[in-house]
């Protein structure tokens, strides 16, 4: 009897989107397989046609971890950061979603941090942010820390979404409320999470932050440029005007 009354178990869908990270691909998988032994999950990673060989890498994942643990749902370009956890979704089994970068800069060490606070109170999103205590940012010179820190300086500013960090991209959402913000969404690239969590914050949603450190790309190249901030501030003015 007291088996019928069990809630079910939660099952953890991973989405990474990728382009040119074969050299990272490897080492995140491995990590969150390290620090989510205990839980159910699986990784869907969405590649947008990189040419270096990161969807061969992946598929040799598969062969030590399992197609149903690593599951590959390539595109054939790139089509943008908001279409790619579209995609994503719609491979996912779990009732949950994690995203996360493949580029290391979100350690898979936070992961149990980010499940247990769910646990605890039930939220519906929680959020790594490097704005508060036990937060932080390394290997950022002082322009870029400035840029990043100024720009949640000024949405927090004109927005007020009651969270720390906005432009923070290490998250997990009940799917069923990831669904419903991204539905609502039109931006792209970077402002698309800053948009993704004000429209949850104005839908009511509960939302809780855990502290990360945000490490700084280790192989690549970072895809953060002056077209980025522009996009950045268009989107703000954007979102001061529709939410």
């Given amino acids: 009897m007291d088996g019928q009354h069990q809630k079910p178990k939660n099952k953890y869908s991973i989405i990474v989107p990728t382009y040119n990270e074969r050299l990272n691909i490897g080492l995140i998988v491995y990590l969150i397989f390290k620090h989510l032994?205990?839980?159910?999950?699986?990784?869907?990673?969405?590649?947008?046609?990189?040419?270096?060989?990161?969807?061969?890498?992946?598929?040799?994942?598969?062969?030590?971890y399992g197609e149903d643990r690593i599951l590959l749902r390539a595109r054939p370009r790139k089509l943008g950061l908001g279409t790619a956890y579209i995609h994503g979704m719609k491979?996912?089994?779990?009732?949950?979603?994690?995203?996360?970068?493949?580029?290391?800069?979100?350690?898979?060490?936070?992961?149990?941090?980010?499940?247990?606070?769910?646990?605890e109170t039930g939220a519906d999103i929680v959020t790594g942010t490097r704005y508060v205590k036990g937060g932080g940012v390394h290997g950022w010179n002082l322009m870029r820390k400035l840029t990043s820190r100024g720009a949640n300086v000024l949405a927090q500013t004109l927005l007020w979404p009651g969270v720390s960090d906005l432009t923070g991209s290490f998250r997990l959402y009940r799917k069923s409320v990831l669904e419903d913000i991204i539905s609502c969404c039109v931006s792209k690239g970077y402002v698309f999470q800053m948009e993704m969590i004000v429209r949850a914050s104005r839908k009511g949603y509960h939302i809780e932050e855990v502290?990360?450190?945000?490490?700084?790309?280790?192989?690549?190249?970072?895809?953060?440029?002056?077209?980025?901030?522009?996009?950045?501030?268009?989107?703000?003015?954007?979102?001061?005007?529709?939410?």
């Fill in 37 to 64: 032994g205990d839980v159910d999950f699986e990784i869907i990673v969405v590649d947008d046609g990189s040419p270096d060989g990161t969807q061969d890498v992946v598929k040799q994942l598969q062969q030590v």
């Fill in 91 to 119: 491979h996912a089994s779990g009732n949950f979603v994690v995203i996360m970068d493949a580029d290391l800069s979100h350690h898979p060490k936070y992961l149990p941090s980010f499940i247990r606070k769910q646990l």
């Fill in 211 to 243: 502290p990360i450190t945000f490490v700084d790309r280790v192989f690549g190249s970072s895809k953060l440029g002056g077209s980025e901030i522009v996009e950045y501030l268009k989107g703000l003015a954007y979102l001061l005007v529709t939410t």
